[in-house]
């Protein structure tokens, strides 16, 4: 029992490390990838323009630390966790899940980055690409943005664990994402907004957890619950 929770905690530290070399990994991707689109853009709308032109330099981050578990992996597959505290084993159950999650999340993400960069095979720089190959540049660094950004929600789910605690909030873990401007925007649009709360509001009257009224947050559009603000809280 000593060795194997010695065992864990030395993996579980590892792991706390592992997580916020990702987290700012994560962050630089997409710091990156924002800077791609930017750059490819402006090479669509200026064919022709050189690399030291451009507004920025086309770089990609593909890195990210796998969480270990080899020592949980063990104690599953003995007797030990039979002999450990229920909370003890619930605890360690949701942070090998957790972890695991965000890591499959991270999965797309590189196959992503790998179609991207593809055209590194045969030229290192951009401005050599055909319009057509630019485009499909483009649309393929839109879909990483979106993948890389839903990884970063995985990470903060991780993260409102207490032991890999603290970490940037839910919108700061994925900038250069317009979501919530578009949240913040939607607010202001009363007429749409109403519509859009109806719908949502319709479509949770159905959940087995109640009404609609008691999943608002306590958010109110017109003085009627709005269950939509449920969506933008993180």
Same mark, same amino acid.
């Given at each position: 029992m000593g060795e194997t929770r010695t065992a864990l905690h030395e993996e579980h530290q590892e792991n %706390?490390?592992?997580?916020?070399? *990702?987290?700012?990994?994560?962050?630089? $991707?997409? $710091?990156?990838?924002?800077?791609?689109?930017?750059? &490819?853009?402006?090479?669509?709308?200026h064919p022709g323009t050189p690399e030291a032109k451009l507004p920025g330099a086309v770089l990609w981050s593909i890195f990210a630390d796998e969480p270990l578990q080899a020592a949980?992996?063990? $104690? #599953?597959?003995? *007797?030990?966790?039979?002999?450990?505290? @229920? !909370? #003890?084993?619930? *605890? &360690?159950?949701?942070?090998?899940t957790q972890l695991n999650y $965000?890591? =499959?999340?991270?999965?797309?993400?590189?196959? @992503?980055? !790998?179609? /991207?960069? @593809?055209?590194?095979?045969?030229?290192s720089d951009v401005t050599t690409l055909s319009t057509a190959a630019v485009a499909?540049? %483009?649309? /393929?660094? #839109?879909?990483? =943005? @979106? &993948? #890389?950004?839903?990884?970063?929600d995985g990470l903060s789910v991780v993260g409102r664990n207490t032991d890999y605690a603290p970490v940037p909030d839910w919108w700061r873990m994925i900038p250069f994402f317009q979501m919530q401007d578009s949240a913040s925007r939607a607010r202001t649009n009363a007429e749409a907004y109403a519509q859009t709360v109806s719908d949502v509001d319709a479509s949770l009257a159905g959940d087995?957890?109640?009404?609609?009224?008691?999943?608002? /947050?306590? !958010?109110?559009? *017109?003085?009627?619950?709005a269950a939509i603000e449920c969506l933008f809280r993180k």
């Open positions: %706390i490390k592992r997580f916020h070399g *990702n987290v700012r990994s994560h962050l630089v $991707a997409l $710091a990156l990838l924002h800077d791609n689109l930017r750059a &490819l853009m402006y090479l669509r709308d949980w992996s063990t $104690a #599953e597959r003995t *007797n030990i966790l039979e002999l450990m505290p @229920a !909370a #003890e084993v619930r *605890n &360690l159950t949701t942070d090998y $965000a890591w =499959q999340l991270y999965q797309p993400v590189l196959a @992503a980055l !790998a179609r /991207c960069t @593809a055209y590194q095979r045969h030229t499909q540049l %483009i649309d /393929c660094t #839109e879909q990483a =943005q @979106a &993948l #890389e950004t839903v990884y970063g087995p957890a109640g009404p609609a009224k008691d999943l608002s /947050c306590g !958010a109110t559009v *017109n003085g009627q619950p």
